[in-house]
């Protein structure tokens, strides 16, 4: 299992094994050195963290994060690449990963800079949603919103209050979010439907071959078992 708020990697971390989860949500957060954080990517079941190894990097660019428990398979970078190199599928499939994490960075980048920070919320929301199992009751803090956004929690705040008036959020107990699908979707930027889209095309014959071609190759181990 990995467990809601465990940190898989951090940035400048020597990568020692790859993750594929089979659920839940990890997010990707670039940490600036004034001590600012701010989510790059949100991974679930399409896609791995530590990929950049078999692209030649060793250390992790970013810290990856938890934010909803699931299962993941792990290999280490050494017989995923020698598993690679005996599979042509494999190879294929890490050129689909990184089209598709090199995607969603590039409309991240673009919405961060165009869009309001409550259309932003919106959107990690609903990415968050899409691997929350079919759960409306999110497990995420004003202190996990702040990492997401990049803002202040004071900015956090307001926006939850803003969004709670809308009724595209039920509740924000302590420590958890209850979502409005429909309403959260009506405050989202064209940019969640246009980037799930665009994920969607790109993985959507892939993602089920690359587990096969590891295990042909050289099977991963249940995360904790290698």
């Known amino acids: 299992m990995i467990e809601r708020d465990s940190v898989l990697v951090r940035s400048g971390d020597r990568i020692e094994h790859l993750l594929f989860p089979l659920s839940g949500a990890i997010a990707t957060i670039m940490e600036l ?44 970078p050494a017989h995923f690449l020698a598993a690679q190199h005996r599979s042509p599928a494999i190879t294929s499939m890490v050129q689909v990963f990184t089209r598709s994490l090199l995607m ?44 997401l956004l990049g803002v202040r929690r004071t900015t956090v705040t307001h926006v939850v209050s803003t969004m709670r008036a809308s009724r595209a959020l039920k509740s924000n107990r302590r420590g958890q979010l209850e979502i409005d699908r429909p309403r959260l979707e009506a405050v989202a930027c064209e940019c969640y439907k246009v980037m799930s889209r665009r994920i969607d095309r790109i993985v959507s014959h892939g993602a089920v071959g690359l587990v096969h071609g590891l295990r042909r190759g050289a099977p991963p181990a249940r995360l904790g078992a290698e």
């Open 104 to 147: 969603q960075l590039q409309h991240v980048a673009a919405c961060n800079a165009l869009h309001s920070v409550e259309a932003r919320l919106a959107r990690w929301l609903l990415h968050i949603h899409d691997r929350a199992n079919g759960s409306d009751l999110l497990p995420l803090t004003q202190e996990t919103l702040s990492e």
């Open 33 to 76: 050195p004034n001590g600012q954080t701010v989510a790059t990517a949100i991974l679930g079941h399409e896609g791995a963290v530590g990929l950049t190894s078999a692209l030649g990097a060793s250390r992790s660019p970013t810290t990856a994060v938890v934010r909803i428990s699931g299962a993941a398979l792990q290999i280490s």
